[in-house]
C-alpha cells in the first residue's frame, strides 16, 4: 500500500495535504484497499461548516458503507465533483482523486495528525491482520 511522504494522515484513514490555509481531503490507498471497489460517494455541500471528527463523506463499495471523518474543522469550498460520476476513481489513485477542499479553521489541528512513516506502520499492522 502507497503512503505518500507529503501528506498528513488519520487513523480514521484519510490523508490531508495543506496548502496556506487550505486542505485537500481524500482517503488513503489503505482504506479504498479495505473498502474493496467503490460504487458511490456522497459527498459534502460547499460551504459546510464542520468539525474535526464530523462526517463529512460516505463512501460505499461492494462490500459496506463507509463513512470519512473530518481530520480537521474547516469550512468546504471545493468538492470533487468528477467522483459522483465515477467513484471508482478513488481505487485508481486515491490520492490524486481528493474529496473536499477546505478553508482550516484552527492549524492547531494539524498536530493531531499522523505522520507519513508512522501511518506506513498502522497499514502494515492491518495488512498481517487481514
Same mark, same amino acid.
Given at each position: 500500500?502507497?503512503?505518500?511522504?507529503?501528506?498528513?494522515?488519520?487513523?480514521?484513514?484519510?490523508?490531508?495535504?495543506?496548502?496556506?490555509?487550505?486542505?485537500?481531503?481524500?482517503?488513503?490507498?489503505c482504506a479504498q484497499h479495505m473498502l474493496g471497489d467503490i460504487?458511490?460517494?456522497?459527498?459534502?455541500?460547499?460551504?459546510?461548516?464542520?468539525?474535526?471528527?464530523?462526517?463529512?463523506?460516505?463512501i460505499e463499495s461492494v462490500k459496506a458503507a463507509s463513512d470519512?471523518?473530518?481530520?480537521?474543522?474547516?469550512?468546504? $469550498? +471545493?468538492?470533487?465533483?468528477?467522483? /459522483? #460520476?465515477?467513484?471508482?476513481?478513488?481505487? &485508481?489513485?486515491?490520492? !490524486?482523486?481528493?474529496?473536499?477542499?477546505?478553508?482550516?479553521?484552527?492549524?492547531?489541528? $494539524? +498536530?493531531?495528525?499522523?505522520?507519513? /512513516? #508512522?501511518?506506513?506502520?498502522?497499514?502494515? &499492522?492491518?495488512?498481517? !491482520?487481514?
Amino acid at each position: 500500500m502507497k503512503v505518500l511522504n507529503n501528506l498528513l494522515y488519520t487513523n480514521d484513514h484519510e490523508w490531508v495535504k495543506v496548502e496556506g490555509d487550505k486542505a485537500y481531503i481524500g482517503i488513503s490507498d489503505c482504506a479504498q484497499h479495505m473498502l474493496g471497489d467503490i460504487v458511490f460517494i456522497e459527498l459534502p455541500s460547499v460551504d459546510d461548516e464542520l468539525e474535526k471528527g464530523e462526517t463529512f463523506a460516505t463512501i460505499e463499495s461492494v462490500k459496506a458503507a463507509s463513512d470519512s471523518y473530518m481530520p480537521l474543522g474547516g469550512k468546504v $469550498l +471545493e468538492v470533487n465533483e468528477e467522483l /459522483e #460520476d465515477n467513484p471508482a476513481a478513488l481505487n &485508481e489513485d486515491p490520492y !490524486e482523486n481528493w474529496v473536499a477542499l477546505i478553508e482550516i479553521s484552527d492549524k492547531g489541528e $494539524l +498536530e493531531g495528525l499522523i505522520k507519513p /512513516e #508512522d501511518y506506513e506502520k498502522i497499514c502494515e &499492522e492491518l495488512s498481517k !491482520e487481514a
